[in-house]
């Protein structure tokens, strides 16, 4: 299997403030990233994926690569209670291909 | 969640009995991902299919696993013996480009 390693946390953040998730993967291959958010006893669903390097926004959300540095991030600005869930980090080949996960890594956001 | 339905939800079994579990995928989608989850592991890509086909089941533990997807709308798991290391929540995920969407899971417990 691909590696992909994330901070497990568990990551606490006040209600209101930037929440951000870290992922680096081994495969310099990967060309496709993926963020999941997990709710407990629940399946994973996608927040956002990229392709390029640089930033993309979605709302709140943000997910930032680096290839050069194997490393993929999300930031949650204004972080609401309703964030609070495990974030999975996923790394593709190529579109449609096999999907590696992270082992995820546990945020609340404390009102 | 986007329509995978998975069956059984939960299901508890003795060591040594056989375990099926079912998924029905979203109809237009090309490709079908098994996928375990536990604590220590995270989600581990267990086998996929393009087009009803296997491509890829390096993930499979070992030859008590096999997958079968007879057509579109149907794929099965099936663990034979079974043992008390296989219990985990088993999902289920169809995707066609950029995104899996997951079933709500099989939960699976073998005592």
């Known amino acids: 299997q691909k590696e992909v390693e994330q901070n497990s946390g568990p990551l606490s953040v006040p209600e209101g403030a930037i929440a951000s998730l870290n992922c680096t993967y081994s495969d310099r291959g990967s060309q496709s990233f993926f963020w999941y958010r997990q709710y407990s006893g629940k399946s994973p669903e996608l927040i956002m994926f990229?392709?390029?390097?640089g930033d993309k926004e979605d709302g709140r959300f943000t997910a930032q690569l680096n290839k050069a540095s194997q490393y993929v991030s999300l930031l949650i600005r204004d972080s609401q209670p309703s964030d609070s869930a495990t974030y999975l980090c996923?790394?593709?080949?190529?579109?449609?291909?096999?999907?590696?996960f992270g082992t995820g890594t546990s945020l609340t956001v404390i009102p | 969640d986007a329509g995978v339905i998975q069956s059984p939800r939960h299901e508890v079994t003795e060591m040594g009995q056989e375990v099926t579990l079912r998924c029905k995928p979203i109809?237009?989608?090309?490709?079908l991902f098994w996928y375990r989850q536990t604590m220590m592991r995270g989600l581990e890509l267990l086998i996929y299919?393009?087009?009803?086909?296997?491509?890829?089941d390096s993930g499979m533990p070992e030859d008590r696993f096999s997958a079968k997807m007879p057509n579109a709308s149907f794929s099965t798991l099936k663990i034979q013996p079974s043992e008390p290391r296989d219990s985990a929540v088993y999902f289920c995920g169809a995707g066609s480009g950029n995104t899996i969407y997951f079933g709500e899971g099989s939960w699976l417990t073998v005592v």
């Open positions: 996923a790394v593709s080949q190529s579109t449609g291909n096999q999907f590696y």
């Open positions: 299919f393009n087009n009803n086909v296997p491509i890829d």
């Open positions: 109809s237009g989608h090309d490709y």
């Open positions: 990229i392709y390029s390097n």
